[in-house]
């Protein structure tokens, strides 16, 4: 079946690092638009990363202002996953993340979401940035 298994979350102090992971089965990701997204109770969900299909030959993806220099998207095309590394993380990146497929990065102020995204997210995970 169509899965995303996502790993990474937990717990770290401010200035950490965590990587979050997401296992894909059942389709190929080199196929979707690819990407991130978090979301806090009581707040709207918002795209952290997105790589478009025309970006999956190269290192290049889109990434929210709040966290352009400290996280960094991946993928592994043999294990048919992807990574979000997350390096100097603050409190306010506390929230539950989620990896997600569909048919598009957006444009304009929207290039970090992924666009229509399939029913088949990531589970979510946790990250707790605390002292």
């Known amino acids: 079946q169509v899965q995303f298994v996502e790993s990474g979350g937990g717990l770290v102090q401010p200035g950490g690092s965590l990587r979050h992971s997401c296992e894909a089965s059942?389709?190929?990701?080199?196929?979707?638009?690819i990407g991130w997204f978090r979301q806090a109770p009581g707040k709207e969900r918002e795209g952290v990363s997105c790589?478009?299909?025309?970006?999956?030959?190269?290192?290049?993806?889109d990434y929210a202002d709040s966290v352009k220099g400290r996280f960094t998207f991946s993928r592994d095309k043999a294990k048919n996953t992807l990574y979000l590394q997350m390096n100097s993380l603050k409190p306010e990146d506390t929230d539950t993340y989620y990896c997600a497929a569909g048919a598009a990065c957006g444009t304009s102020d929207q290039q970090a979401t992924v666009l229509y995204p399939m029913d088949a997210w990531g589970q979510g995970t946790l990250v707790n940035v605390s002292s």
């Open positions: 059942g389709f190929t990701l080199d196929n979707f638009a």
């Open positions: 790589k478009g299909l025309s970006d999956h030959s190269s290192n290049y993806a």
